[in-house]
């Protein structure tokens, strides 16, 4: 089922292992992110697909086939460069014709693919321009039109996004997905932006040291992370650390900042510390007690208005929550800062990450 | 071609803006001025001086007389051993150009893919022969190419050859020499072009399917042909004006044209036709490196040369 297929591959860099017995199954088609920090291996990984570094332990293959000791330019794998690394002595039709060209492909037949693929990303009529000529956004699909013309198994790219200005950014990765679809082109996206990783993934790889914390939906990446890197990593988060008071197997009464609540479905050591996260948007402000849902007194310590909702900073004893409100929901206008207020949240929005509750 | 990348927004200028402009401009030419003055007054008017010193007459007793005459260009370009000549000249200049870049080439890739420590050494290894007096490393040829030297001795005694090869005083000596102490500008320079190419620029091409030796003669080579063509220019216009090599390991045997002018200025003293031959030869390597220059950006387009 698997299309392509990471088998616990290793990459050491001077006896340091950067990449750690990593292991991943992608369907075809499919679009993967590579998410994580710089220096957690998601380039080095992406490189070691290309053929580009060695693998020193493990294996990659395609449809069940090795290809990791094939040397880079029997891979077949399209790729597109974080600086597109077009080549500058050449217009953008050889740039586009290099890799058919190279597989003997009749001239006739070079030309209407070249054509085919600049058309897709709406470059048509810049055949004659050299590189130098060209805008970002534009070098960009020229690098893209390359990866793609050759019909590679699967297309790398490699923070492809980074060196655009932030609405071509956005512009770019919208079509990039739908030419991914439209191709039907297996993908993997490396990238350090959560933001377009959530956008434009199928699924998302969050990688830290050498190692792949969670591989999901962007979705269950971001409403369950598994761990407390993804949480924290993924979107901004609340840490709350709490002592277990009691247990019954089926709940828990913990004790937070102060005051306790009972949390179901935990179920760890009696007197046993626990991390509790709650994303910004889940924490309501009330101004008064809220009996039915888990209720901290606050005092109002700053609000940021941010357009279409407001950021508040809420002191609860020693600790700061923060807590973004809609601005339909709740009108700033109405909470003075340095006012008392109720923090509140349901049960159900906290969560602990499962490797906190298995130890 | 550049037209439409240079389209830049129309911002009106203010009075104030423009002057600082100017004012901007005149700081860089400031910073230009040195080398300007010693370019004008060290190079510029003595060739303006030889040059018009070209066109006057020989006075056998002043050296350049007071008339205004063609003769010497007329007795250059009419007699075929000046024009001999200088077609030695040019033809030394190109024989080394060609071989430096052939053996630095290789160099130049290798400096460029090594780092640290082991760089530095290199390149103080193929600096090494710009260390040493050019009066020096010559003589120390003639001791390896004479005709009882090192090389003849070796292959006498070991009974190669039964008389004395003769190597020195041939073009092959004076070229062996020029390549000995001019190559190192031509690695240098073949490096400074070969490190301006990024890595992930060959890693695409591999990527696209070119195996290592294609990848070379379609990206890197061509990508390189600035730092080959500096080089060139260098060791081209530096052999066929360098009179110390081909005068100590040619002699009167290898005449070419700077010793042609050193004989006529300070033997004979004709200062004049000395001017006319130092003249043409300023004017035929300036042409050389034109048409060089004008071959190469068109087998290449889109990189830069000059």
Redesign the interface.
């Known amino acids: 089922m698997a299309y392509l297929q990471l088998k616990g591959v290793v990459k050491k860099f001077n006896q340091v292992d950067v990449v750690k017995r990593l292991s991943l199954d992608i369907k075809k088609g499919e679009l993967i992110s590579f998410l994580g920090p710089s220096g957690c291996g998601k380039t080095t990984t992406l490189n070691m697909i ?3 570094l060695d693998v020193d332990g493990g294996a990659i293959e395609v449809e069940g086939k090795p290809v990791h000791l094939l ?9 597109v ?3 597109y ?7 953008v039709f050889e740039n586009a014709s ?2 058919l060209k ?2 003997k492909v009749t001239k006739s037949e070079i030309h209407q693919r070249v054509q085919e693929a600049l058309e897709m990303v709406n470059l048509e009529g810049y055949e004659k321009r ?1 590189p ?2 060209l805008s970002g956004g534009q070098q960009q699909r020229v690098a893209l039109a ?2 793609l013309v ?1 019909r590679p198994l699967v297309l790398l790219l490699d923070e492809p996004l980074s060196n655009l200005d932030a609405k071509l950014r956005q512009k770019m990765r919208e079509e990039i997905v739908e030419i991914q679809k439209r191709v039907g082109i297996t993908t993997i996206f490396v990238t350090h932006d959560q933001e377009e990783a959530l956008a434009i993934s199928d699924r998302i790889a969050v990688m830290n040291k050498g190692k792949i914390e969670q591989i999901d939906t962007p979705e269950n990446i971001y409403n369950n992370p598994q761990s407390a890197f993804v949480s924290q990593f993924i979107g901004e988060v609340n840490q709350l650390e709490g002592t277990v008071l009691e247990t019954n197997g089926h709940a828990s009464n913990i004790r937070v900042l102060g005051s306790s609540f009972s949390l179901p479905e935990v179920n760890i050591g009696k007197g046993s510390n626990i991390t509790l996260f709650i994303r910004p948007e889940r924490i309501r402000i009330s101004k008064t007690i809220r009996e039915d849902q888990i209720c901290y007194e606050s005092t109002l310590e700053r609000k940021m208005f941010l357009g279409s909702k407001t950021r508040y900073i809420l002191k609860v004893e020693n600790a700061r929550l923060i807590a973004d409100i809609g601005n339909s929901e709740l009108d700033p206008a109405t909470l003075k800062e340095g006012s008392t207020v109720y923090a509140t949240w349901y049960s159900n929005d906290l969560f602990t990450s499962s490797k906190e509750v298995v130890s | ?2 037209s ?2 240079m389209t830049q927004k129309n911002v009106p200028l203010t009075t104030s803006d423009t002057g600082k402009i100017r004012k901007k401009r005149r700081d860089i030419l400031l910073l230009l001025l040195p080398t300007l003055v010693i370019f004008i007054f060290f190079f510029l008017i003595p060739l303006l001086f030889l040059f018009i010193n070209s066109f006057k007459t020989f006075d056998p007793i002043l050296g350049i007389g007071e008339s205004w005459t063609l003769e010497h260009y007329k007795k250059f370009l009419s007699d075929t051993f000046y024009l001999n000549v200088l077609w030695r000249t040019i033809k030394i200049g190109l024989i080394t150009t060609f071989i430096s870049i052939l053996i630095s080439y290789p160099v130049a890739y290798y400096i460029s893919h090594s780092s640290g420590r082991k760089r530095n050494y290199l390149t103080l290894l193929i600096l090494s022969p710009l260390l040493i007096s050019m009066v020096i490393r010559c003589y120390g040829w003639v001791i390896l190419l004479s005709k009882n030297g090192l090389i003849n001795d070796t292959l006498l005694r070991l009974g190669i050859v039964d008389k004395p090869l003769t190597i020195l005083y041939t073009e092959f000596s004076v070229i062996l020499g020029m390549i000995h102490v001019l190559f190192p500008y031509m690695v240098l320079s073949i490096v400074g072009s070969l490190e301006r190419i ?1 890595s ?2 060959i ?9 290592p030796f ?2 070379f003669f ?2 890197t080579l ?2 390189s042909l600035p730092g080959i063509f500096a080089g060139s220019v260098m060791v081209f216009s530096l052999t066929a004006s360098s009179f110390v090599t081909p005068a100590i390991l040619g002699g009167p045997q290898v005449k070419v044209m700077s010793y042609l002018t050193y004989e006529q200025v300070a033997v004979i003293l004709n200062w004049p036709l000395g001017a006319a031959i130092g003249f043409i030869l300023v004017l035929i390597s300036t042409i050389t490196i034109v048409v060089y220059s004008k071959l190469l950006t068109a087998s ?4 830069a040369i000059q």
């Open positions: 290309a053929g580009f040397p880079p330019h029997k891979r077949n794998m399209g790729m460069f974080q600086n690394a077009l080549f500058p002595h050449m217009t290099y890799g190279l597989r050299y130098k000529e390359r990866a050759i | 071609m550049s439409k990348i990024d992930s620029i890693n695409a091409s591999r990527n696209l399917g070119a195996n294609k990848t379609a990206i061509p990508l290449k387009k889109g990189v």
